[in-house]
């Protein structure tokens, strides 16, 4: 698998990154143990995680497999801090006491000294951003972290992080898909401006763009289950659910995937890292290490454009 630079940084990750959201909830420690072998197998080191995954029980599946399924060496752990969720409802403290005291729960969940990125996970109006800022520094500087970066900040918010560090911040993290692509708009222009690198969630859609909700709901699928449907429903119709027949017709003209057209558009965007793939079973981590996730067509790629621009 290609392996890339973050940003203007010398942090080296893979093109796709293994996402560990539903590790500890929708997979066990015996699943993701296969995911995680079979993707460092197939070339990836990038493995995305977060304090707030699983209140911290995802870390701590990956932590329990340091070592033993894959040796710390093998893997560039990224993980996040400053939001929690309980019962539904989202908290953010990204406080400097907040900040460090969940880096230390990170570190002792994953079993390590320190990790390869560190993000702050959501904007908080409530606390300085300078306050935010020192702590991600401050773990920098400490070897806690060897780099460190932003996620779901905006355009301004990113822009503004940067120019505000004193020292260099390389990545940001976001949503960005064929079915998502409000990132353009002004998330993107501040990355580059600012040298950071887009670690893009949701690549496929949040499912979509593989095609397997083409006129049914599968009753195996996130969109299916009453916890998680609000998280597919928003790309189920409209203007997304035409893109997902543009790129189907894609895949099929060049005979491909759906998912290795939808992974390999969005690979080619500026600024892009690296893509985080959710997935849940070997069987689609497998169609995900099979795609060429070579650049497609120019007029292929074009249309695709077309049919998915934001209004």
Do not use: C
């Not at 460092?40 to 870390?59: K, N, P, R």
């Amino acid at each position: 698998m290609q392996q890339r630079y973050v940003g203007n940084s010398g942090l080296r990750v893979s093109a796709l990154s293994l996402g560990t959201m539903s590790w500890a909830r929708e997979i066990d420690e015996q699943d993701a143990s296969v995911l995680l072998r079979t993707f460092v197998d197939g070339g990836g080191t990038l493995i995305d995680t977060a304090a707030s995954y699983a209140d911290g029980q995802a870390e701590a599946v990956l932590g329990g497999m340091l070592g033993d399924v894959v040796a710390r060496s093998e893997v560039v752990i990224s993980t996040k801090a400053g939001l929690t969720t309980s019962d539904g409802r989202r908290s953010v403290d990204t406080s400097r006491n907040g900040m460090l005291t969940g880096l230390d729960a990170s570190l002792a969940r994953l079993g390590t000294d320190y990790v390869d990125l560190w993000l702050a996970h959501a904007w908080d109006a409530n606390v300085p951003l300078e306050e935010t800022l020192s702590a991600l520094e401050y773990a920098v500087r400490s070897g806690r972290a060897r780099y460190a970066g932003v996620s779901n900040f905006n355009g301004w918010q990113t822009a503004k992080a940067a120019a505000t560090a004193g020292f260099p911040l390389v990545a940001s993290q976001s949503e960005y898909s064929l079915v998502n692509r409000s990132a353009e708009a002004e998330l993107i222009p501040a990355v580059e401006d600012a040298g950071l690198g887009l670690m893009a969630w949701g690549p496929l859609g949040r499912g979509v763009l593989t095609g397997k909700y083409r006129g049914h709901i599968p009753a195996d699928s996130r969109a299916a289950q009453s916890r998680l449907a609000s998280y597919v429903e928003p790309f189920l119709e409209g203007k997304a659910s035409s893109t997902v027949e543009a790129v189907a017709m894609a895949a099929k003209g060049l005979g491909r995937s759906a998912l290795d057209v939808s992974l390999s558009w969005l690979l080619s965007q500026h600024g892009v890292a690296t893509a985080i793939v959710g997935v849940r079973t070997a069987v689609q981590l497998k169609e995900v290490l099979d795609s060429t996730l070579a650049p497609l067509p120019p007029e292929i790629a074009q249309a695709l454009e077309d049919v998915s621009a934001p209004a």
